[in-house]
């Protein structure tokens, strides 16, 4: 069974930072791509980063780009999102996501609030 676990998230002011973790079992995530989706209240879930299966190509949002950095570690099965200069327009729950050719696998999600 494949699972995808998020961790890391929680409340933080503005211009802090977080680091969010995405653990896999059951699915060895060197052979795919991930990326990392955020929903806020009201809104539709929306990428905000992607890294290729050798990590080497990575890919954001012009409204993330430059604070966020999405990372992976294929020897532990875990793929992570740092997230700088953070924003109140960043608190969403970030869900990470693997598309295999069966299936695509979401985590659960993570809360992440930015306020003072």
């Known amino acids: 069974q494949v699972q995808l676990v998020e961790s890391g998230g929680g409340l933080v002011q503005p211009g802090g930072s977080l680091r969010l973790s995405c653990a896999a079992s059951?699915?060895?995530?060197?052979?795919?791509?991930m990326a990392w989706y955020r929903q806020a209240p009201g809104k539709q879930r929306e990428l905000v980063a992607g890294?290729?299966?050798?990590?080497?190509?990575?890919t954001y949002p012009d409204s993330v780009k430059g604070r966020f950095t999405i990372s992976r570690d294929n020897a532990r099965n875990t793929v992570y999102l740092q997230m700088n200069s953070l924003k109140p327009e960043d608190t969403a729950v970030y869900y990470c996501?693997?598309?295999?050719?069966?299936?695509?696998?979401w985590g659960q999600g993570t809360q992440v609030t930015v306020s003072s």
């Open positions: 996501k693997t598309v295999t050719p069966r299936m695509a696998y």
């Open positions: 890294i290729s299966d050798d990590g080497i190509t990575t």
């Open positions: 059951g699915i060895m995530l060197r052979m795919y791509v």
